[in-house]
């Protein structure tokens, strides 16, 4: 089994800023890229920012320059700094891990965790 949890949304102002976290925990056996996605009401899932388990960064245009994406490969943990947020970021962040387990050494899946609740008030 493994599991994503994430933590760190809530509400902030426009301008504000927030840091998402994402701990992978679990029969893990190795972590290869992580990433953020967000899905605002309405709308399709869509990707935030990812990053390799060599540290090769990739963001969505509409963040670039306000987040950036790191990880810390000894915990399993994918961090997400969000600065000069503004309404349109509004969303539940998701974080995304292809993770090869224990008993699958050889295979990655996808994990996702169960979301946290951003939201930007104007």
């Known amino acids: 089994q493994v599991h994503l949890v994430e933590s760190g949304g809530g509400l902030v102002q426009a301008g504000g800023s927030l840091r998402l976290s994402c701990v992978a925990s679990?029969?893990?056996?190795?972590?290869?890229?992580m990433g953020w996605y967000r899905q605002a009401p309405g709308k399709q899932r869509e990707m935030v920012a990812a990053?390799?388990?060599?540290?090769?960064?990739n963001y969505a245009d509409s963040v670039k320059g306000r987040f950036t994406i790191s990880r810390d490969n000894a915990k399993n943990t994918v961090y997400l700094q969000m600065n000069s947020l503004n309404p349109e970021d509004t969303a539940v962040y998701y974080c995304?891990?292809?993770?090869?387990?224990?008993?699958?050494?050889?295979?990655?899946?996808?994990?996702w965790g169960q979301g946290t609740q951003v939201t930007v008030s104007s």
């Open positions: 995304n891990a292809k993770i090869a387990t224990m008993s699958r050494k050889f295979s990655t899946f996808p994990y």
């Open positions: 679990g029969s893990i056996f190795s972590v290869n890229d």
């Open positions: 990053v390799t388990s060599g540290g090769s960064t």
